[in-house]
Each structure stands twice: as structure tokens, then as C-alpha cells.
């Protein structure tokens, strides 16, 4: 095996034996396969796919197939070994169905065959990343295919939202089957990057439309971190269609729900208020699940990533869905008459367990996603006007276990008092339960959301620099220091840099998977940096 894609990679360069995320390498070659198939599918129907035919089967195995792939999704090597036989047959089928419309001259991608598991790991051996000998194109391929990844999974929850962004779609099909031609180079393939990037601008905005049009505008809101007395189904990922789900099937009957990590900005949403068995958030960033999940008592839905390697203590109440999976944990799939998940086998469970163990009391404070700071605009703009906000500090990202990442809490404390952190994703639990105060009734961290609301963050950035009359957006008092861990945060980042935001500083190491070339052009091209000191570094953002 060989793996780099995230941050947490074997000693900053690549898992070899095994993922420090747990991933076996059975899992990791089969995962490599599965991205080979998707590339021959994206091969044999992309140009039919961009003259506009409508192939719903292989825009669903695209965007699963990608998600499933992202860091801590899924490590079920059944579930890769049937996916990859599905898509083996689809991508036949499409060749029948399209005739003409297939390339003449295909892939050894669109072309394979394999038939077993064993047979399966030889292929999946071969077609990995190191496929691409020249380390300049293997960096880029692979930050596009991340890129894609994160583009995915964000799809799909619109997509369970019924929402989808046709122009989005295609591209994908277009980048995939990009990584297979020898004939771009670099400055093709930095421009495909940067096409990446739009697309995640627009699969964002995508994802906000179908959040906000089925669930209401994310508002301000104390969010309880304490327990109630009732037994207790934790939910943890980003998928609020599942969410609404669970809240509408739990509804009388005795088991509370609480949120987990990512799924934390679900208590914004106002549809989901008017639940009050929702009682809140429990715990903190998803690296924590291990003792979390074990105090918590009653079972756990993970509706996506982050997936640590569960503990004995509570392997049998984790359930997973959508693109999750993990072996020996039970998966949910089947659907109720009205299109809803069936989550009875979860609510059953959750009777049979204690209430969760109270590890913390208390409120924290979110709900600040495009709409409801807009609605403060006034209030900012003369803050800033007054100086008595001086700088905006977007801390949007991802948290994670690595020791380094202790930078984000010390870097939040010692920020100026007359300074503002916005943040989106799980990066928050560095520092939102610090007591960083307000400033003139503003809470001094305004959380947006889930790690794909770092949209609500541009358009706040957008407005601002609309208000202010700048014609560039970097003329803000906006900095941006981004913690990363996976690859939506490479979506994310792209996204940033297709908005033309310069200077982001990327921590708390820079991807393995950037050669010192690929490197370079993101240094001279749009500032990238990494991070420093604590000091150090407040003192630059300061000046600059
Ligand atoms: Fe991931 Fe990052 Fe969304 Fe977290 S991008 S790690 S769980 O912030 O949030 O899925
Ligand atoms: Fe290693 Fe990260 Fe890949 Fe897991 S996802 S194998 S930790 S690089």
C-alpha cells in the first residue's frame, strides 16, 4: 500500500504498512482499485456525460465511489470488493448503451477485468498512486482527486437533499478521466486544480442551497453540552437528511438524540429545534470517539466520516450509513415507505441502554453561517468602522490528533482581544469552549457549520468586501490560518484559492502529497505558508 492523502500521513510522507487511521492495507489497495474503476467509468461516459446525456447510475457510483474513499470513511474491504464488481459491470453496460459515444481508444482503466478479491489486490497493487512515476504530475493527479473526493461527499449530501449541480457533475467525469491522460502537463493539470477549486465553490453554495432550503437558515444558538436523564442515540458525519430522519423517528419515543463532532451545527438548523428530545452536542472533535463513545452508553450513527477503529466496549451499539462502513459494525441502508432511512434497528437499541455519562455542562455558542451574519452586518461593519474589531481571523479546518495541533487552542487564546475567529468544521473544539468573550455583544468565535458552511465564510468575506467598496477581497482585515486533516478540506482550500483569496497558512503540516515543485507554484502563485510559532506568527498576521 501506499497512502498520503491526509494529514495525518506516516512520517510526513506516506502509510506504507499500515494507515495511522487505522487502514488496513487490504482496505488501502482496494480502495486504489476502486478510484481505477471510477477513472475508466469517467472514461467510457464522460463524453457522453458533458454532451449533456443524463447517466444517473454512474453519477452515483462516481460519487460514492470517491466518498467512500476519504480518510476514516469506510474500511469495510467487502463493501470495496462489491462496489468494485458493480462498477466493473456498469462501465460495460455504459459501453453497450452509448455505442459511438466511447472513446475509440480506452484506458487499460476502462478496459480491465478482475473477478475475485485476490485477483483484486494484484491489480490494486499496480494502479495506486506510484502508477504515475513523474513525482510533479502524481502530486497534481492526486490533489485533483482529492479535491474530487471532497467535491463528492458534499454531492451526495445534496444529492440525499435531492439537489444536484449539473455543470458539477460533469466535471467530474472530466477530471477523472484527466488523470489518466499522459499528455497534460503541469500547467494543464495547475489548471485543472485551479477548475477544481470553482467546482468546490459551486458544490458548496449546492450543499447550502439543500441545508437551508429543507432545514432553515442556521441562527444563533446556545447549544447544551450537558446530558439529560433519558437514554440516548449519539449522531455523528454531516448528512442532515439523516439527521431530520432520526429526530423524526426518535420523536415519543424516550430516547433523546445528541450530535457528536461534525454533526454539531445540526442544532442551528431551525427545523430541528422544534425537537425537544434534541437535546444537544456531547463531546468534542472526532479523534475523541474512542473514550466519548465508551462513556456515552447508547449507540452511536455514523452518517460519514471520521471513523476511529472502534473499541470492544462499544462496537456493537456503532451503526453506520450512506458512504460508511466499517467490518462487524451493522449497516443501515434499507428505507421506510416515505424515502426515509429505516433507523428502528438504532432507536430499539438506545431502549436497552443506560443514559449518556455527563462529561462536561454548560453551553457553547454557534449558528453564525452567511444569513445570520449578514443579519449582524450593521453591527460588524461598524465594529470595524469604530476599530473596535480589528481583524478577522478565518480558523476554519480540521481538528485532529496529532500533538501540534495544541497551536490552534494557544493561537486562539493569545489572539488580541480586539480580534474575531470565524470557523467552520471540526477545527472549532480547539478553542470554542475557551472563554474568548465578546466584543460589543459579537461572540469573539462565530461558528458557520460543518466544514463545507467555509462557503458561508467566502460569501461573509464577499459582502464585506462589497460594504467596504475594495475590489480585492485580500484587502480585508481577514487572515487565514486553516487547520487540515482530510481531503474535504482540500476541497475547501481549493475552493478558497479559486476565489482568489492569497496568504492562507496551512497547518499544521503541509500535505505530503505536494511535491517541492507543486509546492512552490502554491508559494509563488497565492502565498501559501505553513505555521510557525504562536507569537510569531500573531505578530505577522498583525502587521500585515
Ligand atoms: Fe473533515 Fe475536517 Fe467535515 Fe472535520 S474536513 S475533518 S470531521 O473538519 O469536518 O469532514
Ligand atoms: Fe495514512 Fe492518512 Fe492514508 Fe490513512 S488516509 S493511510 S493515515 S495517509
Not at 437533499?161 to 493539470?189: G, H, I, N, P, R
Request: aromatic share 8%; hydrophobic share 40%.
Amino acid at each position: 500500500m501506499f497512502c498520503f492523502q491526509c494529514q495525518e500521513a506516516a512520517k510526513g510522507t506516506g502509510c506504507e504498512i499500515r494507515g495511522v487511521c487505522g487502514k488496513e492495507p487490504e482496505t488501502a489497495v482496494l480502495q486504489d482499485l476502486l478510484i481505477y474503476t471510477l477513472k475508466g467509468i469517467a472514461q467510457v461516459a464522460g463524453p457522453a456525460r458533458l454532451q449533456g446525456k443524463i447517466l444517473p447510475e454512474a453519477d452515483q457510483a462516481i460519487m460514492r465511489g470517491l466518498f467512500m474513499t476519504i480518510t476514516n470513511a469506510n474500511f469495510d474491504n467487502d463493501v470495496f470488493v462489491k462496489t468494485i464488481i458493480e462498477d466493473l459491470a456498469l462501465r460495460d453496460k455504459l459501453k453497450g448503451e452509448l455505442g459511438d459515444l466511447v472513446p475509440s481508444k480506452l484506458h487499460d482503466a476502462a478496459t480491465f477485468t478482475v473477478l475475485d478479491a485476490a485477483k483484486m489486490q494484484e491489480k490494486g497493487e499496480q494502479v495506486g498512486v506510484m502508477l504515475t512515476k513523474n513525482e510533479d504530475i502524481r502530486s497534481l493527479r492526486e490533489l485533483i482527486i482529492y479535491g474530487l473526493k471532497g467535491m463528492a461527499a458534499y454531492a451526495y449530501h445534496a444529492d440525499h437533499l435531492a439537489q444536484q449541480d449539473e455543470s458539477v457533475l460533469q466535471f467530474m467525469y472530466k477530471a477523472l478521466y484527466s488523470t489518466l491522460d499522459d499528455s497534460l502537463t503541469v500547467d494543464d493539470l495547475v489548471g485543472l486544480t485551479l477548475e477544481t477549486g470553482a467546482n468546490g465553490v459551486s458544490v458548496m453554495a449546492l450543499l447550502d442551497k439543500a441545508n437551508t432550503e429543507s432545514y432553515g437558515n442556521p441562527e444563533i444558538t446556545e447549544v447544551n453540552i450537558g446530558t439529560g436523564s433519558n437514554p440516548g442515540i449519539l449522531i455523528s458525519g454531516h448528512d442532515l437528511r439523516d439527521m431530520e430522519s432520526l429526530l423524526k423517528q426518535t420523536e415519543g419515543t424516550g430516547v433523546d438524540v445528541y450530535t457528536h463532532s461534525e454533526m454539531l451545527p445540526a442544532n442551528y438548523y431551525p427545523s430541528f429545534k422544534k425537537y425537544s428530545h434534541f437535546v444537544g452536542n456531547y463531546g468534542n472533535a472526532w479523534w475523541k470517539q474512542d473514550k466519548e463513545f465508551a462513556s456515552f452508553n447508547g449507540p452511536i450513527l455514523m452518517t460519514t466520516n471520521c471513523i476511529t477503529p472502534p473499541k470492544a466496549s462499544y462496537i456493537d451499539r456503532m451503526f453506520t450509513t450512506g458512504a460508511a462502513g466499517y467490518p462487524g459494525v451493522k449497516f443501515l441502508d434499507a428505507k421506510l415507505e416515505n424515502g426515509d432511512k429505516d433507523f428502528s434497528a438504532v432507536i430499539e437499541a438506545a431502549k436497552k441502554c443506560d443514559p449518556p455519562v455527563e462529561i462536561e455542562t454548560g453551553t457553547i455558542v454557534g449558528g453564525f453561517a452567511h444569513s445570520q451574519v449578514l443579519a449582524l452586518a450593521d453591527k460588524v461593519v461598524d465594529a470595524v468602522k469604530s476599530g473596535a474589531i480589528k481583524r478577522f481571523f478565518v480558523m476554519a479546518g480540521c481538528d485532529g490528533r496529532m500533538k501540534g495541533r495544541d497551536y490552534y487552542t494557544e493561537f486562539a487564546r493569545q489572539l488580541p482581544e480586539d480580534t474575531i475567529i470565524l470557523t467552520a468544521g471540526c477545527a472549532k473544539y480547539r478553542y470554542n469552549k475557551l472563554p474568548l468573550g465578546d466584543i460589543g455583544g459579537i461572540p469573539r468565535v462565530l461558528d458557520a457549520g460543518q466544514c463545507n458552511d467555509s462557503y458561508s465564510l467566502a460569501v461573509t468575506a464577499l459582502k464585506l468586501k462589497e460594504v467596504f467598496e475594495l475590489n480585492d477581497i485580500n484587502d480585508l482585515p481577514i487572515s487565514y490560518n486553516i487547520a487540515w486533516y482530510e481531503q474535504k478540506a482540500v476541497i475547501v482550500l481549493l475552493a478558497l484559492l479559486s476565489l482568489g483569496v492569497k496568504d492562507i497558512h496551512l497547518g499544521p503540516t503541509l500535505p505530503a502529497f505536494l511535491s517541492p515543485n507543486v509546492a512552490k507554484v502554491l508559494v509563488e502563485n497565492f502565498g501559501i505558508a505553513g505555521i510557525g510559532a504562536v507569537e510569531e506568527d500573531i505578530q505577522l498576521f498583525m502587521g500585515a
